[in-house]
């Protein structure tokens, strides 16, 4: 669609506040589920803890994984993440994924497109949301990307407000990536996040961008990112694609 996906350059910075974070809870993480994020460049992150014994990757598109499984700069970029053997790939409609059985995830990412259709914001619904609590452990960590709260606060709490409506607990959080501006993110559990507990496992040299000095500081959003009133996004309204385009129209 012309929108810019990532960029070689500074995509650590996203994907380590993406995927560390939703990795730091109270259980070592073996089952991680990553849904969108076809490129590899979270479950690269991910394959860093040693605890992980089993990755389901649910991307929509083939060709897009199957590039990050052959394409030589993308391999590199993402270390062989998606040949790894711990790894599993399902190329599906995540909508469609989420009412099959599986057993709970202990963490899970989610790396879909910002919401700028109908199609990509029903994975942002209450519907959706509430099919998710059913693939979790009680104190797994949900991680989402959530658009920009400095360019599109209102679209940023709406998926905030969603994620809480149906029972999660939710600790917003943000990090700067040059070729985005402010990015949002949300942490959400059904039980309260315990972000101020949180340490990185990992050695310093795993890491361009995240450590223990700076972790906490990604929880603490600034003036100018106010929580603002929002619907509920639900399949019924997709209130979310509406906000979503009023505040990024013309932006670009």
């Not at 394409?71 to 711990?86: E, G, H, T, Y």
């Not at 059904?190 to 949180?198: D, G, K, M, R, Y």
């Not at 890491?207 to 929002?230: A, E, M, Y």
Request: charged share 20%; glycine share 4%; aromatic share 10%.
């Amino acid at each position: 669609n012309g929108h810019l996906q990532f960029n070689s350059i500074d995509e650590y910075r996203y994907h380590e506040a993406l995927v560390h974070p939703a990795m730091l809870g109270p259980r070592p993480p073996e089952r991680v589920l990553v849904m969108g994020g076809g490129d590899g460049l979270a479950v690269r992150e991910i394959l860093k803890y040693p605890s992980v014994r089993e990755v389901l990757l649910v991307d929509l598109d083939p060709e897009v994984t199957q590039l990050s499984k052959s394409f030589p700069p993308m391999v590199q970029l993402n270390n062989s993440a998606l040949l790894d053997p711990r790894v599993q790939v399902r190329n599906q409609d995540a909508f469609v994924w989420i009412n099959e059985t599986a057993d709970p995830f202990d963490a899970v990412i989610i790396d879909f497109p910002d919401p700028s259709n109908f199609s990509v914001g029903k994975l942002y619904t209450s519907h959706f949301f509430r099919k998710l609590k059913k693939k979790v452990h009680p104190d797994a960590l949900v991680s989402i990307q959530c658009t920009s709260p400095l360019v599109a606060p209102k679209s940023y709490w709406c998926v905030v407000k969603t994620l809480e409506s149906v029972g999660f607990h939710v600790r917003p959080f943000h990090s700067t990536v040059p070729s985005f501006g402010i990015w949002g993110y949300a942490l959400a559990s059904l039980t309260q996040p315990n972000v101020e507990s949180f340490h990185l496992p990992l050695a310093a040299d795993q890491l361009r961008f995240l450590s223990n000095g700076n972790l906490q500081h990604l929880f603490v959003l600034p003036r100018d990112i106010p929580r603002l009133d929002s619907d509920v996004n639900r399949l019924d309204n997709q209130v979310l694609v509406r906000y979503y385009d009023e505040e990024w129209h013309g932006y670009d």
